[in-house]
Nanobody
Framework: QVQLVESGGGLVEPGGSLRLSCTTS????????MAWFRQASGKEREYVSV?????GRIIKLAVKDRFTISRDNNTVWLQMNSLEPEDSARYFC?????????????????WGRGTQVTVSA
C-alpha cells in the first residue's frame, strides 16, 4: 500500500521560510512523478510544483522565484522562501507512476494527508 507522509508545516511570519518534506513508501518504482499541491480554505486544490522522474521540474508561476522542489526516489521536498500570507494553505504531496507530466490533481492517485502552512504576523 502506497503511503505518503508530509511534515514541516507551521506558522511563520511574512518573509519567513519553511521546508516541507514528504516521504513515500509502498512501492519502489523509480518512474514516478512527485508533486506538491495546496488548498486554501474555500478554494480549489492547485498545483505548486512537480518533479518528474527524468529530472524535470514544473513550478507554479506565482511561486517560481521563491519555492524550490527537490527529490530523491522516496522523498520530495519543497523549500519555501519569502513566504506571503497568500501562501497560507494546506500543502499536500502526491505521486503518480510513469506517464505524461501533469499538474492536474485528478491524475494523481496517491496522496498524503497534508501539512498546514500559515503565514501571518
Amino acid at each position: 500500500q502506497v503511503q505518503l507522509v508530509e511534515s514541516g508545516g507551521g506558522l511563520v511570519e511574512p518573509g519567513g521560510s519553511l521546508r516541507l518534506s514528504c516521504t513515500t513508501s509502498g512501492h519502489s518504482s523509480t518512474l514516478k512523478s512527485m508533486a506538491w499541491f495546496r488548498q486554501a480554505s474555500g478554494k480549489e486544490r492547485e498545483y505548486v510544483s512537480v518533479a518528474t522522474p527524468g529530472g524535470g521540474r514544473i513550478i507554479k508561476l506565482a511561486v517560481k522565484d521563491r519555492f524550490t522542489i527537490s527529490r530523491d526516489n522516496n522523498t520530495v521536498w519543497l523549500q519555501m522562501n519569502s513566504l506571503e500570507p497568500e501562501d497560507s494553505a494546506r500543502y499536500f504531496c502526491a505521486e503518480r507512476l510513469a506517464g505524461t507530466t501533469t499538474t492536474n490533481p485528478d491524475d494523481y492517485p496517491f496522496w498524503g494527508r497534508g501539512t498546514q502552512v500559515t503565514v501571518s504576523a
